[in-house]
Each structure stands twice: as structure tokens, then as C-alpha cells.
């Protein structure tokens, strides 16, 4: 246990310094926040530096089984971190509200309980942004640290292709290098994409903040309205492009820039599935929005069609349109989205585009077993065989994923929240969508629930962000023994 406080002192006290960024943005911007950031970014430094120095003897070395406990201490720790910033900078938020912005800032989960952004201090909403930007790069890290441990993330389908230091999937010393490699990457997409928007239009400091909301995937907006504010099909395309090369798998990013390639792309299952399905849904939901009169003609129903669509199915929940007012198959359509379309990998939630493609070929596998039960049928994702172990892996996880989602909207049911709203603010926060249904709706924020409520969400986000498997083996009694 004290080497894992131990480097949760030193995250702590890493995180601090990077709560100096928003006191920087306030002097540049003259909001005046800057000596409560200050105070906030001293506070988790010298929290931070305490702990690691307290906990600095006896060391040992790190094992994989304390990946997990160190994962998920880790993400409370940092939420209430980021928390301070928040509480200091805006007296009416209440530690529960703090809380549950800064859990949805980190998870990329992009949900509010904020109003007024456009009145907000410049620093505080570059703050919230930057949470869904580290949040990101946590994940990234995580999918190839952590993630590997349990057998059911998928990356698996890299070993063998990727060069360097990405074939090793285990905590061991070479994952400094996997992940400066794919910070490096993100932070290129990042610059990509604060560049483009700059040149369609935004401010430098919109660019920035919607850059790193669409990279990281979260829904943090620096307007109520948010992507509607610019009413600029420039800008929506460039987010669009944004959002899907960050719900791609950022190991395949990694293999194409170190090989100067994108034919990596052309045989990745989860590349081709994600595309399939987004293009079809794009056409469909035009397509309805169209017969349906909602748009007076095909191409401004395809707009807002693949900008809506691409947002939401890959988890980032940005929006230009109350997609409420849409037939009612689209907004539930979206929803099923969010949960299969994003990959492994990527800063994106849900269950994962390997996770939906093996269940599929295992699927056919049981019914080609019922015609010829002495049939050799293997089960490949990709050409690639996949053992049984991770078979059975993905289906304990969905089995809980779904029993996670079903007794969380009873917990919300108990506080007397409708069955809609129950249902889809969990399965949008287990996804790490930023909208919901009825109060949490397209243009709404989660403003509205009750304190016990937001905590039901919080809790969703984290065991979402985390794979819910990260969090529950820490309930084990066999996990806690020598």
C-alpha cells in the first residue's frame, strides 16, 4: 500500500503543477482568478509532496495486481484535485458539484452542472477543458498499462504489428517510452486541430478549448449553446474529423506515423467497423430527418446528421442541435451508438468496437457449432485467433456492464427520477457521453438532479472510464491477501 501512496503523492503534486496552467491563461486573459488558481495549484503541490515524503520508505517495486488500486485511487485523487480549482474560483459550486464537474472533465465525459458558460472566467472554463485534455491522455496510457492486465481490452490485435516499444503490454519500464510516443501523438493531433480551428474562424481561445474537448472526446463547451454558438459548417467539419481520429485506436495512430503509412488502417477490424457503422447511421438518420420534415432539404439534414451522429456515437456529446426534437429513433439510435462504436485504445467509452466484433464472431462461431457441432470454428477478430480466455473475459464484462447499468437506474429510480432520465443519464455517463434524456438533455446540463443523483452519475463515469472490472476487483477479499 505505501508504494502506491507513494506515487499517488507524486501524480498529486505532477497534477498541481499543471493546475498553473489556468493561472497563466487568467493573467494573459485579466479575469483576475489567478491568485485563487494559485492558491488551488499550491494546495495539491504541497498535498502531493507531503504524501510522497511520508511514504517515501519503506519502496518496493510495483506490481501489476497494484495497477489497479493505483488506477482508481488514482482517478478519485486527481477528480478532487481538480476539483479545488472550481470550489475556489466559484463560491455558490458546492463540493458535490466540483466534484462531479471535475469527475466529468477527467473521464471525458463532458456532462455539466455548470450555467452561465459564456459568463464564466476565461481560466475556469480553460481549466474544465484541460481536465478532458489530461483525461485523454490518461486513458490513452492506461488502455496500454493497465487495461492489458484484465484480458478484455483488445489490444492484444497490435501485438506482433506495432514497432518498438508498443508490443509490450505490461507494466514494466517500457511503458515510458509507449507513452511518450503516444503523447506525442496526441499532443500533434491536438496542435492539428487547435490550427484548423483557429483558420475556420474561432478565437485562439476557443480553438484551444474545443480542440481539447474533441481530442480527448468529452463534451466541455465554452458556450451554453455549444457548437451551435458558431453556426459554422468549417468548424463542425473539423471537429468531426477530430472526434473520429480520437475514437480510433491511438497505437494504430502510433504504427502509422512511425511507419509513415496509413495501410494499417485498410486491415484494422475496429477501423473498418467503426466506419460502417457511422457512415450508415449518418445516411439513415439524414435520411429520416429528411422524410420527416425536420430540415427543409436532404443536405442540411445530412449536416447536422454527421455532426450529431459522430458526436455522440463516439462519445464526445458536443452539439449544434436539440437532437430531442428529432424522431425518436434517432436519439435512442445515438445512444446505442455510444455504447459499441469507439475502439480500444482511444479516448472514448463504452463497450468498445473488439469487444462488439468478438461477441459477433462468437456469436456465428455458436451457430455454426449448432449446424456442425464437430467443427473446428476458432474465433478470429481480424485473422487473428483469439483464446478462449479473453472470450469468456468480454463476456463477464458485458455481463456487467449491464448489470452496472441496470442497478444504477434503479438507484436513480429509488431518488424518484423518471425511468427515461433514470436510464439514459446512466448509460450515457457509463459511456462517457456528455447528454442525456429529459432534465440531462441535448441542450440542458445535469443541473437539475438532486445531490444523490450526480453521485449516482459520478460513480458511472468512474466505473465506465475505468471498465468496471479496474474498480470491482478492489471488492475482492482474494485481492487484499499476500
Same mark, same amino acid.
Given at each position: 500500500m505505501l508504494p502506491v501512496a507513494n506515487v499517488l503523492g507524486w501524480l498529486l503534486a505532477t497534477f498541481g503543477l499543471a493546475c498553473l496552467l489556468p493561472v497563466g491563461c487568467s493573467l494573459i486573459m485579466g479575469d483576475g482568478e489567478w491568485p485563487r488558481l494559485l492558491l488551488a495549484?499550491?494546495?495539491?503541490?504541497?498535498?502531493?509532496?507531503?504524501?510522497?515524503?511520508?511514504?517515501?520508505?519503506?519502496?518496493?517495486?510495483?506490481?501489476?495486481?497494484?495497477?489497479?488500486?493505483?488506477?482508481?485511487?488514482?482517478?478519485?485523487?486527481?477528480?478532487?484535485?481538480?476539483?479545488?480549482?472550481?470550489?475556489?474560483t466559484l463560491p455558490s459550486l458546492s463540493f458535490t458539484g466540483g466534484f462531479f464537474e471535475?469527475?466529468?472533465?477527467?473521464? +471525458?465525459?463532458?456532462?455539466?452542472?455548470?450555467?452561465?458558460?459564456?459568463?464564466?472566467?476565461?481560466?475556469?472554463? $480553460?481549466?474544465?477543458?484541460?481536465?478532458?485534455? $489530461?483525461?485523454?491522455? /490518461?486513458?490513452?496510457?492506461?488502455?496500454?498499462?493497465?487495461?492489458?492486465?484484465?484480458?478484455?481490452?483488445?489490444?492484444?490485435?497490435?501485438k506482433g504489428q506495432a514497432p518498438g516499444p508498443v508490443k509490450d503490454e505490461r507494466l514494466a519500464p517500457r511503458i515510458t517510452a509507449t507513452a511518450r510516443s503516444?503523447?506525442?501523438?496526441?499532443?500533434?493531433? +491536438?496542435?492539428?486541430?487547435?490550427?484548423?480551428?483557429?483558420?475556420? /474562424?474561432?478565437?485562439?481561445?476557443?480553438?484551444?478549448?474545443?480542440? $481539447?474537448?474533441?481530442?480527448?472526446? /468529452?463534451?466541455?463547451?465554452?458556450?451554453?449553446?455549444?457548437?451551435?454558438?458558431?453556426?459554422?459548417?468549417?468548424?463542425?467539419?473539423?471537429?468531426?474529423?477530430?472526434?473520429?481520429?480520437?475514437?480510433?485506436n491511438f497505437a494504430r495512430h502510433f504504427i502509422a506515423l512511425r511507419r509513415l503509412s496509413i495501410e494499417g488502417y485498410k486491415h484494422?477490424?475496429?477501423?473498418?467497423?467503426?466506419?460502417?457503422?457511422?457512415?450508415?447511421?449518418v445516411l439513415g438518420i439524414a435520411t429520416l430527418l429528411a422524410w420527416h420534415g425536420v430540415y427543409p432539404d436532404f443536405m442540411t439534414a445530412l449536416r447536422h446528421s454527421a455532426f450529431t451522429v459522430i458526436s455522440q456515437a463516439t462519445t464526445s456529446g458536443l452539439t449544434t442541435q436539440d437532437y430531442q426534437q428529432w424522431p425518436v429513433f434517432a436519439p435512442y439510435w445515438m445512444l446505442f451508438l455510444s455504447c459499441i462504436v469507439c475502439s480500444t485504445g482511444s479516448t472514448g467509452g463504452g463497450i468498445k468496437m473488439f469487444r462488439t466484433l468478438l461477441l459477433a464472431r462468437q456469436a456465428g462461431r455458436e451457430l455454426?457449432?449448432?449446424?456442425?457441432?464437430?467443427?473446428?470454428?476458432?474465433?478470429?477478430?481480424?485473422?487473428?485467433?483469439?483464446?478462449?480466455?479473453?472470450?469468456?473475459?468480454?463476456?463477464?464484462?458485458? $455481463?456487467l456492464y449491464f448489470m452496472t447499468v441496470v442497478m444504477l437506474t434503479f438507484a436513480m429510480l429509488l431518488?424518484?427520477?423518471?425511468?427515461?432520465?433514470?436510464?439514459?443519464?446512466?448509460?450515457?455517463?457509463?459511456?462517457?457521453?456528455?447528454?442525456?434524456? /429529459?432534465?440531462?438533455?441535448a441542450v440542458?446540463?445535469?443541473?437539475?438532479?438532486?445531490?444523490?443523483?450526480?453521485?449516482?452519475?459520478?460513480?458511472?463515469?468512474?466505473?465506465?472510464?475505468?471498465?468496471?472490472?479496474?474498480?470491482?476487483?478492489?471488492?475482492?477479499?482474494a485481492y487484499w491477501r499476500k
Open positions: 495549484a499550491a494546495l495539491n503541490i504541497g498535498a502531493g509532496l507531503a504524501l510522497a515524503a511520508i511514504t517515501s520508505r519503506p519502496r518496493r517495486e510495483l506490481k501489476p495486481r497494484d495497477g489497479f488500486l493505483l488506477v482508481t485511487l488514482g482517478w478519485l485523487l486527481l477528480t478532487a484535485a481538480g476539483a479545488l480549482p472550481l470550489l475556489l471535475s469527475m466529468s472533465g477527467l473521464t +471525458t465525459t463532458g456532462s455539466t452542472v455548470l450555467n452561465g458558460l459564456d459568463a464564466l472566467p476565461p481560466s475556469v472554463n $480553460f481549466w474544465r477543458h484541460c481536465l478532458e485534455w $489530461f483525461g485523454g491522455l /490518461g486513458i490513452i496510457v492506461m488502455a496500454l498499462a493497465v487495461l492489458p492486465l484484465l484480458g478484455i481490452g483488445g489490444m492484444q490485435l497490435y503516444l503523447w506525442f501523438v496526441y499532443a500533434l493531433l +491536438t496542435a492539428a486541430g487547435i490550427v484548423s480551428l483557429r483558420v475556420c /474562424g474561432m478565437s485562439w481561445f476557443d480553438a484551444i478549448c474545443h480542440a $481539447f474537448s474533441a481530442v480527448g472526446l /468529452g463534451g466541455f463547451s465554452t458556450h451554453d449553446r455549444s457548437i451551435a454558438y458558431f453556426n459554422s459548417p468549417a468548424i463542425e467539419l473539423v471537429l468531426a474529423v477530430l472526434m473520429v481520429i480520437a475514437s480510433l484494422d477490424p475496429e477501423v473498418k467497423g467503426i466506419f460502417a457503422i457511422l457512415s450508415v447511421s455454426k457449432l449448432l449446424i456442425h457441432p464437430s467443427a473446428m470454428a476458432p474465433v478470429r477478430v481480424g485473422g487473428r485467433t483469439i483464446p478462449d480466455s479473453v472470450g469468456h473475459a468480454v463476456l463477464a464484462f458485458i $455481463f431518488t424518484g427520477l423518471d425511468f427515461d432520465s433514470s436510464f439514459t443519464a446512466v448509460v450515457t455517463s457509463i459511456n462517457n457521453t456528455a447528454h442525456g434524456f /429529459g432534465p440531462p438533455g440542458h446540463n445535469f443541473h437539475s438532479l438532486t445531490s444523490v443523483q450526480i453521485w449516482v452519475c459520478a460513480a458511472a463515469m468512474l466505473l465506465g472510464r475505468l471498465e468496471i472490472f479496474s474498480v470491482l476487483v478492489l471488492f475482492r477479499r
